[in-house]
């Protein structure tokens, strides 16, 4: 199992920028792929963006070209700067890493006022 502790979640205006970091340990030498999720109330959980252990990534069509996925696999972290946010951003953002089974972080709430 891996343990995944989100943070840099909070209040952004329309425009502005947030960086979410999510740390990874316990059994991480299996994690394959990390990545974020995004929930926003009344809707269905949907993919942000992935990479892989390689640095292959993979974005969600809404947040394609605003929103940038990174990792530093020395110290177990995967990153998310988001930029040119918008109003319908705001979501409770998931961290999730992929090995022998998906696991989930706590959640951080984003929310970008217009």
């Known amino acids: 199992q891996v343990q995944l502790v989100e943070s840099g979640g909070g209040l952004a205006q329309a425009g502005g920028s947030l960086r979410l970091s999510c740390a990874a340990s316990?059994?991480?030498?299996?994690?394959?792929?990390m990545g974020w999720y995004r929930q926003a109330p009344g809707k269905q959980r949907e993919l942000v963006a992935t990479?892989?252990?390689?640095?292959?990534?993979n974005y969600g069509d809404s947040v394609k070209g605003r929103f940038t996925i990174s990792r530093d696999n020395a110290k177990n972290t995967v990153y998310l700067q988001m930029d040119s946010l918008k109003p319908e951003d705001t979501a409770v953002y998931y961290c999730?890493?992929?090995?022998?089974?998906?696991?989930w972080g706590q959640g951080t709430q984003v929310t970008v006022s217009s």
């Open positions: 999730i890493a992929d090995s022998l089974r998906r696991d």
């Open positions: 316990g059994n991480i030498f299996r994690v394959l792929a």
């Open positions: 990479i892989t252990s390689g640095g292959s990534t």
